[in-house]
């Protein structure tokens, strides 16, 4: 099978969304398939909207010699009208990792987001969808009628051996409470709360160790830090910017729990992947992290925004390490039901396969 896949930027860009791809794309070589990817130049929303007339980039696409076409939805400013001049050469099928009408922002901007964005999704023949919470919030959009598959995202990027032994040693040696927040440093993760939260919590011994981007959006991240410098917190906030694996896998070894207190996630591979190290994960009630974390089992789920109700999460389990223990265990045993990377990524190609076959069929 020849796919084609639209993104921008590189593959190697560092998120979810794209960890997400990179993993899509190995599962799919590895049986044998080839895979073109097309890059579009990173630009902001406004001039991604010309890219539809580009009459380089329809080109590019009908040239790309393939059996279907994945378009990452992230792209849909820079497709919305594209698709429509390409569409019958091949299947066009869309992975959503969440909606950008989904966050929190101005109505009238999410109301001018989705106008785009519902264009955008009736333009394509089937969708790949990262949660059921996601495929919820495209289906009140567009309806149920097109192909799809839900296929989360997986926690087992790294090769971990944690045992509830090991988590129960961790949470009872000496030393502060380690929050782990790990995405990049943007509005939409919430870390300011968390800040907010940490400042709460008095003379609590606790430390954050803030994993990520600090350039994506650089003029929030200097707010953020500039935050920490207000409050006092400099000796209890470390900034590590984007790190390697090797890297970020000592920082899930030392912790002790995973906070990331996003406006909305559309599933949230972090939690996950805090869970295979026996982290409990503290999120929002808002988007899909409920379809990861079970409140009060294996971490909490807070309102949105609400610092004060997060610093006492914290307190919690920073004065309670047999709780600390006791939930980390239970984010052992969740991460084991979840399915791997392979298991996941291996059901979008026999979804492919199923659409190029039926594409095939009426040719």
Request: net charge neutral.
């Amino acid at each position: 099978m020849k796919v084609g896949l639209v993104i921008y930027g590189s593959l190697e860009t560092m998120s979810g969304g794209y960890l997400y791809d990179r993993k899509l794309v190995e599962t799919l070589e590895r049986a044998g398939d080839t895979v073109k990817v097309i890059g579009i130049p990173w630009r902001n929303y406004g001039r991604h909207l010309t890219d539809g007339f580009s009459r380089g980039l329809r080109q590019e696409l009908k040239a790309a010699g393939v059996d279907v076409m994945l378009q990452d939805e992230l792209n849909h400013p820079s497709l919305w009208c594209v698709n429509g001049s390409v569409r019958g050469r091949w299947p066009i099928i869309s992975i959503v990792h969440h909606l950008r009408m989904s966050e929190i922002r101005a109505g009238w901007k999410n109301r001018a987001y989705a106008m785009i964005e519902r264009r955008y999704l009736r333009s394509v023949d089937g969708l790949v969808f990262n949660s059921e919470t996601t495929r919820k919030a495209v289906h009140d959009q567009i309806g149920a009628d097109k192909p799809n598959v839900v296929a989360y995202p997986a926690g087992d990027r790294f090769d971990v051996s944690m045992t509830e032994q090991d988590v129960t040693e961790r949470a009872n040696a000496d030393g502060p409470l380690r929050i782990l927040f790990l995405g990049n440093v943007i509005e939409r993760k919430q870390l300011h709360v968390l800040i907010e939260a940490l400042g709460y919590t008095g003379n609590a011994s606790i430390r954050v160790d803030v994993v990520g981007g600090l350039e994506v959006e650089p003029e929030y991240a200097n707010g953020v830090r500039q935050q920490v410098e207000n409050e006092g917190l400099g000796d209890r906030v470390t900034f590590h910017g984007p790190l390697s694996d090797d890297a970020l896998r000592t920082r899930f070894e030392e912790a002790h729990v995973l906070v990331v207190p996003s406006s909305y996630e559309g599933f949230g591979i972090a939690y996950l992947e805090g869970m295979a190290f026996g982290m409990p994960a503290i999120a929002t009630d808002s988007g899909a992290a409920h379809e990861i974390i079970t409140n009060r089992r294996d971490g909490f789920l807070v309102p949105m925004g609400s610092a004060p109700e997060l610093s006492i999460r914290l307190r919690d389990l920073a004065t309670d390490r047999q709780r600390l223990a006791r939930m980390g265990a239970q984010a052992l045993k969740r991460f084991a039901r979840h399915p791997t990377w392979e298991q996941s990524m291996t059901s979008v190609r026999e979804f492919l396969l199923e659409i190029v076959e039926k594409a095939n069929a009426r040719t």
